[in-house]
């Protein structure tokens, strides 16, 4: 967030798999069990039936807090995916030297709230047509993504990108950069493996109630 704000690594090219940061085999850090607000595990495990997808809506503490406020929503936490190096912190997301962007990790119950609810407050909670960046935060870090986790949830991906490109297009905004990809390992073509963020990065806006929070929405509603 503040690396974006005061350039300490304004990082707007992708780093390759052969220069990314060499990370670890195992988490640095110790992991809440349970979600400061919404009194859920972090790491499950969830009922039965519940459905998880990842979303990078850029900086983190805003997007988390979008997602923990929407009714249905079982539980959320931040982390990095769609990178390279195993188990990064945040000061090496930081760098732009790990690939990964800040995610949300969004488990939920399809009976209350739909899959489709849920893509549509990720339209309407960013402008997705910014690239590496969202508002004053810049760097692949904050990139646009849907890291999805099941047939459904990627067909409505692609339907709800159309559609608000189109809503997009006729309000004078640009193209949609979003990435939209599988939330599966690399070796069964996805982008690989989400890593949790450290503790102080959970549900930050909670603990923080003055905190930076950054939503840079374009105002236009998803169909």
Not at 123 to 144: A, I, K, M
Not at 172 to 186: K, L, P, V
Request: with cysteine; hydrophobic share 30%; proline share 6%.
């Amino acid at each position: 967030m503040f690396a974006g704000l005061f350039g300490s690594s304004l990082k707007t090219t992708m780093v390759t798999p052969d220069r990314a940061l060499p990370g670890r085999e195992k988490r640095p850090f110790t992991l809440p069990e349970r979600h400061a607000v919404l009194d859920a595990p972090l790491e499950g495990p969830f009922p039965d039936g519940a459905q998880v997808i990842y979303l990078g809506l850029g900086c983190f503490w805003g997007a988390e807090k979008e997602f923990w406020q929407l009714p249905g929503v079982i539980s959320t936490s931040v982390g990095y995916q769609g990178g390279y190096t195993p188990h990064p912190t945040y000061d090496e997301v930081c760098t732009g030297m790990t690939g990964h962007t800040e995610i949300v990790r969004v488990v939920y119950d399809p009976q209350v709230v739909s899959d489709r609810d849920v893509l549509r407050a990720f339209w309407e909670s960013h402008d997705p047509t910014q690239g590496f960046r969202q508002g004053n935060d810049v760097g692949t870090q904050y990139r646009s993504a849907i890291y999805y986790t099941s047939a459904q949830q990627e067909e409505l991906a692609r339907e709800t990108h159309e559609s608000f490109q189109q809503s997009l297009q006729e309000r004078g905004f640009g193209t949609i950069t979003t990435q939209i990809a599988s939330a599966e390992s690399r070796e069964d073509g996805g982008v690989g493996e989400f890593y949790f963020a450290e503790e102080n990065h959970q549900q930050y806006l909670h603990k923080n109630p003055g905190g930076y929070c950054p939503v840079h929405s374009t105002g236009v509603a998803c169909a």
